[in-house]
């Protein structure tokens, strides 16, 4: 596993580069969350009842950047990764059979296609995809502030997750 760099965002910059900065960050204090452990300790749940790991986690996050910015974003048609109407959260239920380098690879490959789709986007401009229950697009300037808050609120998981694990806190 290699050991992963997370800068920072920069102090002073355009909203676009913010944004897009604590995006990036965001998402390398997740893979930064996951980096020494094995497979099966990625797999371990923080506590009963909660299904949470960190591997699940990573693997939401993978449903997610995919639902967001290829779905509602690009209006592709790209169906779930993880989850299907016989597991409507599976992403949380990784197997023996997952694997973090399958879990890393398949979430930097929704990550790569997240950054190619909004690049065609301004802060302004409107999604192709809509909202589910009323109709109206969003801006990109929304979903960017939206990743940003889903990466904090899961990253703040991820701290008690690998902390129970192994004892290891901090950013």
Known sequence: ???????????????????EGWLDYHRQ?????????TDAQLRT?????????LMGLVRHMADVERNWFRRVLAGEEAGPIHYG?????????????DTWQDAYTTWQGEIAAA???????????????RNRSIGEPYSLRWIYTHM???YARHNGHADLIRERIDGATGE
């Not at 109407?85 to 059979?97: I, K, N, Q």
């Open 148 to 150: 940003v808050e889903e």
């Open 45 to 53: 749940a923080a506590v009963d009842p909660s299904e949470l790991s």
């Open 1 to 19: 596993m290699t050991t992963t760099e997370r800068r920072e965002p920069a102090r002073s910059a355009d909203e676009r580069t913010m944004l």
């Open 29 to 37: 204090t997740l893979a930064h969350k996951c980096e020494g452990l």
């Open 85 to 97: 109407d016989e597991d409507p959260d599976g992403e949380f239920h990784p197997t023996e059979a």
């Open 115 to 129: 950054r190619r789709h909004a690049a065609g986007f301004g802060l302004d401009d409107l999604s192709r995809g």
